[in-house]
């Protein structure tokens, strides 16, 4: 197996837990809280898919799906363009309001779209490409995406968490 075709089918797993964490939840349950600092399913959703999306994108030299493709528009966040939801407060979170479940998974099927068509153009050695020297020792391609990974995954995980209660109190 090729670097390329294990992420992508990586990726291709975050994209399942995603879909599976949305399926069937209504608009109410997209956003509820299960207590006031508790992040909703929606928000976990429109990060890790934020998340995804910026740095792939980065590294990738590719215009974010969010912004080229008309997402920032159609979800009207209150945040600014750049925001991926790292470091946002409790009250920053509350503000997301996710217009549609469809919405949410159609902009996540475009990042992974993109996620997809850039890693299928890679070969093992483009791996040990150094993409951020902000850190010691720097971040290299195969790096990046696999943190990509790990924290999306994460938080799809949380997602399914979340809605496995919200089901329970349906």
């Given at each position: 197996m090729k670097g390329h075709e294990l992420l992508a089918d990586a990726f291709g797993r975050v994209h399942e837990a995603v879909h599976a964490a949305v399926d069937g939840l209504d608009l109410d349950q997209l956003h509820r809280r299960l207590d006031d600092d508790a992040n909703p399913v929606g928000w976990l959703v429109w990060h890790l898919t934020r998340v995804q999306d910026d740095h792939v994108a980065e590294v990738a030299g590719l215009e974010q799906v969010w912004s080229g493709q008309g997402f920032e528009a159609k979800f009207g966040t209150p945040y600014p363009t750049a925001a991926v939801g790292y470091g946002q407060s409790s009250h920053e979170v509350g503000k997301l309001n996710v217009p549609s479940v469809e919405l949410l998974t159609g902009y996540h099927d475009a990042v992974?779209?993109?996620?997809?068509?850039?890693?299928?153009?890679?070969?093992?050695?483009?791996?040990?490409?150094?993409?951020?020297?902000?850190?010691?020792?720097?971040?290299?391609?195969?790096?990046?995406?696999?943190?990509?990974?790990?924290?999306?995954?994460?938080?799809?995980?949380?997602?399914?968490?979340?809605?496995?209660?919200?089901?329970?109190?349906?």
């Open positions: 992974h779209a993109q996620t997809l068509a850039y890693v299928g153009t890679l070969t093992d050695g483009d791996f040990d490409r150094v993409v951020d020297t902000r850190w010691d020792p720097p971040v290299t391609l195969g790096v990046r995406l696999v943190s990509v990974v790990n924290d999306t995954l994460q938080h799809a995980g949380q997602a399914a968490y979340v809605r496995g209660i919200l089901l329970r109190e349906a």
